[in-house]
């Protein structure tokens, strides 16, 4: 071959490459609820049979002939988190960080309230599940507390679970902060939880979206005796990306006006979404109530700096310890993450996802007030 044909045939293969490489990224972001592409990648790295471990015990090892329905990608899709995977920006400091991609297409307008009807019902077609660990396989775990432990740091859950916080709540002030940020964030309509979509599940309505699921863990923790401050501001939109630099900013603001505030409380949902479209929701019953699980999602020191990210997992591993005491089937194992999420800002900071996009409104609530209680009970014990 000559010398000019081969440097064609190599840039004909690199150009291919690109394409196909393109055409994998958004078949992915198309198939994972527009998010799992970088995860997913990540994921592939990692030990397949790991994957696979922690896949069968989230979903409570399936029936295998209900498994055998599920495609490789489905499985490994379910296997995420797409609200917290891929979507790669530039923090403060310049540093990468990690958020949800964007989603494709211009924002709807909302002040064009098309077709929204006054009364729907969710479609029959969500699959529901309870996420629990069948074994410990895939987890680091201790006292009933299980941790999917992403960047692979050494861990003493037990430890974890019996540290005495620095952490002190003071009797005056605010102490909690809520913060959304991807505030518009929403659920599958239902009843009357109907809104005006900018996106799939996603609104600027704040009485249908997370933001109504922030005002019920403020009404709760404030009625425990915690005095709450809750950032209602949308911060993903009209712009999804940078979304973690906006509410950085906010938080940095909200501790300069109330230095009092010892913890970040950062509000979300998760999506799950099979790659042949299945919806997927974690939801439980509890005393006899329909209600979403609630998964806490933790940053470390993996890539950025964070002096604080073993107290901040201290307190979600004592907040797991006493949901699964009150309620045994509302948590489902802690995320740990190699990002920061922002946790970098106080002593007590923990991103929380409540329910799915598949859940209704009022299955999040359900969980929100159960969450609400098991922090309110773990943060008053550092009170004063």
Request: aromatic share 6%; hydrophobic share 40%.
């Amino acid at each position: 071959m000559k010398k000019g044909q081969g440097r064609w045939t190599r840039m004909l293969r690199r150009g291919v490459a690109l394409f196909l490489t393109t055409v994998t990224v958004w078949v992915l972001s198309l198939t994972a609820d527009m998010g799992a592409a970088a995860e997913t990648f990540h994921t592939l790295a990692e030990s397949p049979a790991f994957v696979s471990a922690a896949l069968r015990a989230e979903l409570g090892n399936l029936p295998e002939e209900e498994e055998t329905g599920l495609t490789g990608w489905q499985k490994l899709v379910l296997g995420q988190s797409p609200t917290l995977s891929a979507g790669v920006g530039k923090g403060e400091t310049g540093e990468a960080v990690q958020e949800s991609p964007q989603p494709t297409g211009e924002p709807d307008d909302p002040e064009d309230p098309e077709e929204v009807p006054e009364v729907t019902v969710a479609p029959e077609d969500i699959v529901g599940r309870t996420l629990l660990p069948t074994s410990g396989e895939g987890y680091d775990s201790a006292q009933g507390v299980y941790i999917e432990n992403r960047p692979g740091l050494a861990l003493d859950v037990a430890a974890l679970a019996q540290t005495q916080l620095t952490l002190t709540l003071p009797e005056e002030g605010p102490q909690v902060l809520i913060v959304h940020t991807h505030g518009s964030e929403a659920y599958t309509p239902d009843g009357t939880d109907t809104y005006v979509a900018t996106g799939e599940c996603r609104t600027t309505d704040t009485e249908k979206s997370v933001v109504r699921v922030g005002d019920e863990i403020a009404k709760v923790l404030t009625e425990m005796g915690l005095t709450v401050v809750h950032d209602t501001a949308l911060y993903d939109y009209p712009e999804y990306n940078g979304a973690y630099d906006r509410s950085l900013a906010a938080v940095e603001n909200w501790l300069a006006q109330y230095p009092t505030i010892q913890v970040v409380l950062d509000v979300h949902r998760d999506a799950l979404i099979g790659s042949d479209g299945t919806v997927y929701k974690p939801i439980t019953t509890i005393n006899g109530e329909k209600c979403a699980q609630v998964m806490l999602v933790m940053g470390s020191n993996a890539l950025y700096d964070h002096p604080n990210w073993l107290e901040n997992l201290a307190l979600a591993v004592q907040v797991q310890k006493e949901m699964n005491t009150l309620w045994p089937t509302l948590a489902r194992p802690i995320g740990l993450r190699e990002n920061r999420y922002n946790q970098q800002t106080a002593p007590g900071a923990m991103l929380v996802e409540v329910g799915s996009h598949g859940n209704t409104l009022q299955e999040a609530l359900a969980a929100a007030r159960m969450f609400a209680r098991a922090l309110g009970a773990v943060l008053l014990e550092y009170k004063g």
